[in-house]
């Protein structure tokens, strides 16, 4: 094998490709680039055995132009991703100089100008290949959007995996709309979005992971589009070169639509930057362990808010739009700055009954639905 | 004690005197500012036994002038520092507004607009005072001058404490001319500095730590002003608005003048940031325990640079001027980098002996001498 490479494209790939390479493993091949070489192609694969991702640098096919890399021998390669991403980095200083790649029996001689490496290749037959996915059942949509609906509902996933459906979100497409779930046992995040075509039925448990890394590498582009492939135990994500296999959470997910009313005693409207702000100050009084709520005190045009702690309290009020009953509600200021933080609106609409029953956040428009269940506290502790 | 704030000042305060707040202490108290507010003066004070910082925000005595604060009621006390910092720098939302703090008994309440926060006091009595030190024997450069010196030598100071002189810095003045050295047992940083007068014989051994601190707080403008006065166990540094008071290393510095040497029997002259990128490019091949010499091999107008470690290999090629002897040599990369990093000029001069004696780094004007000790290696290993 013998690659000369375009620096910026190789560091591109590279950057791609690692997020699916395994750093805690006891199979070393899993923390390994497999670089295989053929035809007009150039491939990157990493693969951590629950994601893998392969990344596609081509051969310029046209005269005249420069391409990304030129295959002067075909042929292929397993590498440790951290060490090669090390070395590709650090040869900066003459940019614009291309990197050669040559295989030399089991040594990878990688030169640069005046500067040689040599690592030592690891056998890429051990390499797992990545999963074939059936093509058949897929739907399309923009980067840009796949990232939005991500960070709109991944922060709601749960962190430990005690139970493993809890660190999924599903994905259900029914005809023209995909709607994106995750709860953690304490709050629930729904965004529906449009898609361009009608789809028919499909549902996935996508592993949280999964879409953490899958967002750090789509472009955020509205113009660059997205395919997702749904197979009966993977999901497939393909977008410019590069190409994201998963492997699915087994099983059904939570039957949410019995959680969710759309009843209400209280609504109110409220400026979310001033809201945001207001529950900010009050986590500073919060030590790492303390499950202390936020008490908010909702009266015509007022909300009160109120945090009593170890270390101190704090009393804010905020001005805000009411329909319906007074009330007082204790709720993890956490879960609120989370949900806000996504929120594109201006102003939010809070949904309540009482002190026991969930608080909703909701447009109207059905784009999104968050809910968060209160918490007890002891009302006579937060008097006025 | 009542006293209103501005914002944007009084952060600045706070950001200034927490470089010496205790972090890890068994006496809470030392995790404390001391907030004073006397006459036109408000002080705010930290101190961790070893280092101590003193600001002052002024209040406002021109007529019509908006001031950093203004006293309503003196009186003092002692906050937990962090939680002050939170609190303060999370009132952000309506920056124009001033901030008052005010005591009701133990309590300390404090407002911004609509939020009002009420956190518990230390005791102000318990507070460690600063120690007084005599005026009379002191030097004076520029805030920029001092950064840069401390830049150039900090990081040869020894990190941990075995050796607890190898973790000081001395300062020595001698009419002129500011010598500051450094040394951790296997290579030696001196700066020597012109000052605008001649100030006598002066000498300190300066901890680490305190010029490490005392470097993110200089404002780096060459026209700012920085006093420094020598006492017997202390040293206090005076700029702007603020006094940083550190105890001394005791002892007699090691005698350096016998290590240096002029003579070499090899002088060579590298572009800099060249030699920097064939350095960093060693050092991807060194896993965290590694002591791997970078062995230079040179002869006329070519510095060859080989890396040997269970990784892998490099083998770089450099222009350089030689006058001499064609030399080998191991050196630690990560000492040639810390050096490299802080010499301004576009060329640097090396000057060698043998395998086995210090390489010296230094320029003509005898502004800086920076010294490395060869490690040993098997030059059968690195064989050309």
């Known amino acids: 094998m ?4 375009n620096r ?14 395994s750093s805690k493993t006891t199979m070393p091949i899993l923390e390994c680039f497999l670089i295989t070489a053929f035809g007009s192609e150039v491939r990157i694969t990493a693969n951590d055995a629950e994601l893998g991702i392969e990344t596609v640098i081509h051969t310029s096919d046209e005269e005249g132009k420069r391409g990304a890399c030129s295959i002067m021998e075909p042929g292929r390669t397993a590498l440790e991703a951290r060490l090669f991403s090390d070395i590709i980095r650090k ?29 030592q290749e690891r056998d890429p037959d051990q390499f797992p290949a990545l999963p074939f996915i059936r093509e058949d059942r897929y739907i399309a949509l923009s980067q840009f959007t796949l990232r939005e609906v991500i960070r709109q509902t991944l922060f709601s996933v749960a962190a430990n995996d ?9 994905f259900e497409v029914k005809n023209t709309i995909l709607k994106a779930v995750s709860l953690d046992g304490h709050r ?7 898609l361009r075509d009608d789809y028919g039925t ?9 879409l953490n890394e899958i967002s750090k590498i789509l472009d955020g582009e509205a113009e660059s589009e997205v395919q997702i492939f749904f197979d009966e135990n993977h999901v497939m994500f393909r977008f410019d070169d590069t190409t994201v296999v998963s492997r699915l959470i087994d099983g059904e997910y939570f039957r949410i639509d019995s959680m969710l009313s759309s009843d209400y005693d209280t609504k109110v409207t409220v400026n979310k930057r001033a809201f945001l702000d207001n529950i900010e100050r009050s986590i500073v009084l919060l030590r790492e362990t303390d499950r202390k709520p936020l008490v908010l005190t909702i009266t015509d045009g007022c ?18 739009h009411k329909i319906g009953k007074d009330i007082m509600i204790g709720l993890n200021p956490k879960f609120l700055l989370d949900t806000l933080r996504v929120i594109d609106d201006e102003d939010v609409c809070l949904y309540m009954t009482n002190a026991k029953a969930p608080c909703f956040i909701r447009d109207d428009e059905n784009k999104y639905i968050y809910l968060i269940l209160p918490i007890n506290f002891n009302p006579a502790a937060y008097d006025v």
């Open 162 to 170: 005690s139970n493993k459906m809890m660190t999924g979100e599903l």
């Open 188 to 194: 629930i995040s729904i965004r529906n979005t449009e």
């Open 202 to 210: 499909l549902q996935a448990i996508i592993p949280g992971k999964t």
């Open 8 to 21: 910026e494209q190789l560091l591109n790939a590279i950057n791609i490709a690692s997020k699916a390479v």
């Open 91 to 119: 040869i900066t200083a003459e940019s614009d100089s291309d990197i050669v790649l040559e295989q030399n029996g089991s040594v990878v001689i990688i030169t640069c100008n005046s500067s040689e490496y040599r690592i």
């Open 2 to 5: 013998k690659i000369r490479f």
């Open 303 to 320: 909300m009160n808010l109120k945090m009593n702690t170890v270390v101190g309290r704090l009393n804010s009020d905020l001005d805000i």
